[in-house]
Nanobody, 124 residues
């Protein structure tokens, strides 16, 4: 089993930045690709970004390209999401997720383990 715990959420003004962190424990961290998803109130959970097991490949939803950066530190069993130029419409609960294997994934169904989420609120 893999346990994931997110942190770093909070309230930020539009145009500001936040860095989310996700701590992993349990099974071997490098067996998993990692992803970030978000869910706004009343909407479905959507893919934001993913990183391969060794960090050499990343994938982003088009709306965050150039503003968000996903990274991981396998020595610390951590994954991060640096978010810059945040917009009010990006207010959501952000979830960290783990996907078994080496391929990236952008579908919720591909991910095996989920954290509890951290709230990000962007004020206008």
């Amino acid at each position: 089993q893999v346990q994931l715990v997110e942190s770093g959420g909070g309230l930020v003004q539009a145009g500001g930045s936040l860095r989310l962190s996700c701590a992993s424990s349990g099974r071997t961290f490098t067996n998993y690709a990692m992803g970030w998803f978000r869910q706004a109130q009343g909407k479905e959970r959507e893919f934001v970004a993913a990183v391969s097991w060794n960090g050499d490949r990343t994938e982003y939803v088009d709306s965050v390209k150039g503003r968000f950066t996903i990274s991981r530190d396998n020595g610390k069993n951590m994954v991060y999401l640096q978010m810059n130029s945040l917009k009010p419409e990006e207010t959501a609960v952000y979830y960290c997720a783990a996907k078994w294997g080496y391929g990236l994934g952008s579908s919720r169904d591909e991910y095996d383990h989920w954290g509890q989420g951290t709230q990000v609120t962007v004020s206008s």
